[in-house]
């Protein structure tokens, strides 16, 4: 019996950013499966496709926003509905990986979150996961299943090479860990490169000192590039460090806008003139200020979800370059 069964990608989303999943269907031209997800009195969360998915390529996304646990627990019921409608295929799309900080023990009798959840993504059905700059790269090493790694570098070059001048440009890296693709924007961009040195307090979350700059920076325009930005601490601290050291104009970009407080407050008395981040995560009016703008991934995964379907190369969207 010979079959004539077309592949059929479908895309669904669970409730926490809902706008974005909206301009990734746009992108790609197909409509948003309704995925039905509601609570019960207790807080227990169910869902249920609008339509049968049987044999098709379902790509279920989520973002870990805040409350993440709420977030993950939603996104691991939906591909579990998705395993047991028959689906042929479960992508995780996380523009916003969860936990990724807990990617490693820094001290003894601590979890390595990050990996847990990889855990319960397979667990619950997942056959291949799809997210935008990972904190490290270990993580991909987390996963057992293929794992599509983007980065939302052409989105933030674009912007720097239509409203900045590479001639005075800086690129400054916050910390090291960040080096490797702080300099990669700064070849990209055909510009110089430096350092923010900085130290942790043992023990204390969310606290980091900045210790002084590697790098020429004064009368330049310096731009601070980092994966995310949680309190604003670091990012802050650099900046107050790069105007003490003589700096001209200074820029955040940064991919995940978590803004925790006092996230907001702190880079809007900053000395920053703009804020730039993706809408990897949504940003509501009480997390928006007057140095802020927001740039769109959307295409990026996009392009993405299309070269899975199609069985292309995804790395070749970037040019072999959205490794960390």
Known sequence: MESLAKRRLVLTTGRCHPELARDIAAKLGVELT???VREFANGEIHCRFDESIRGAHVFIMQTHSSPVNDAVMEQLIMIDAAKRASAKSITAVIPNYGYARQDRKSAGREPITAKLIADMLQTAGATRVLSVDFHSGQIQGFFDIPVDH?????????YLKENADPRNLVVVAPDAGRVK?????????GCDLALVHKTRPKGQANVSEARHIVGEVAGRHCVLIDDMIDTAGTIVAACDLLKANGAGDIWVM??????SPPAVERLFNAPV????VTDTLPLGPERRFEKLEVLSVANIVANAIAAIF???????IFGGENLL
């Open 273 to 276: 003139s703009r804020v730039v």
């Open 254 to 259: 940064a991919t995940h806008a978590v803004f």
């Open 181 to 189: 693709v702080a300099e990669r924007y700064a070849q990209h961009l």
């Open 150 to 158: 983007l980065v939302a570098a052409p989105v933030l070059e674009e």
């Open 34 to 36: 309704e995925a039905n």
């Open 310 to 316: 199609e069985d292309n190369s995804v790395s070749d």
